[in-house]
């Protein structure tokens, strides 16, 4: 039997787990705020976005200062009824974003090292996790007609899912901790945890 709030109906675990992501803040580099969530993946979700903005002086190559240097929003799922492929009742959902230095584009191992970069966040974050998946993906933007003078641009996309393994709801905190320490790490940031090193090319 899932327990329920009184109030509105919600599972309470459900309830407890989404009223400690309502506690995260801002920091003085990444705004974070309540988006709305995907009715279909389960039956009851919330989601977060979050924004990594820089100052003046990260740049391009070509001197132009980055304002934005990634974007993200991760989910919270969860089905009472454990789902086989999520070997528990919660699931976590994670989109991030970050535009890329050119040569870096390129890289053969650039995903294979994203990845690692999820798996360091979590491990950082003393998080336990099953059923982990995702994939990478580079995506050349290139302009033409009056557009034609922008400038090509390369972003990394990275999608992850995992199951969480929370014996308390407070514990969700660490795995949302571990999801900003990623977003900052893909974005080139500092400081960054232990042994990451930041995206190549990006100049301070």
């Given at each position: 039997m899932v327990n329920t709030s009184p109030l509105n109906r919600i599972p309470a675990e459900f309830s407890a787990v989404t009223s400690v992501l309502r506690e995260a803040r801002n920091t003085t580099n990444v705004s974070i705020s309540e988006i709305p969530a995907p009715a279909r993946l389960a039956p009851y979700s919330y989601a977060l976005g979050a924004e990594v903005r820089a100052d003046e002086t990260?740049?391009?190559?070509?001197?132009?200062?980055?304002?934005?240097?990634?974007?993200?929003?991760?989910?919270?799922?969860y089905d009472p009824d454990s789902p086989a492929e999520w070997e528990g009742p919660f699931r976590v959902v994670s989109?991030?974003?970050?535009?890329?230095?050119?040569?870096?584009?390129?890289?053969?191992?650039?995903?294979?090292?994203?990845?690692?970069?999820?798996?360091?966040?979590l491990e950082s974050n003393d998080c336990e996790v099953v059923a982990a998946g995702g994939t990478t993906t580079r995506v050349l933007s290139e302009s033409f007609g009056?557009?034609?003078?922008r400038p090509a641009t390369i972003d990394l996309e990275l999608r992850a899912?995992?199951?969480?393994?929370?014996a308390e709801p407070e514990m969700i905190?660490?795995?949302?901790?571990?999801w900003i320490d990623l977003l900052c790490t893909v974005a080139g940031l500092p400081p960054l945890p232990e042994g990451v090193s930041a995206l190549p090319g990006r100049r301070r």
């Open positions: 990260f740049l391009r190559a070509s001197g132009e200062a980055i304002e934005e240097l990634a974007t993200g929003r991760i989910v919270v799922l989109y991030i974003r970050a535009e890329l230095e050119h040569e870096l584009g390129n890289e053969a191992m650039l995903g294979h090292v994203a990845w690692t970069w999820l798996e360091d966040a009056t557009l034609a003078t899912s995992w199951t969480p393994v929370i905190g660490d795995h949302f901790e571990a």
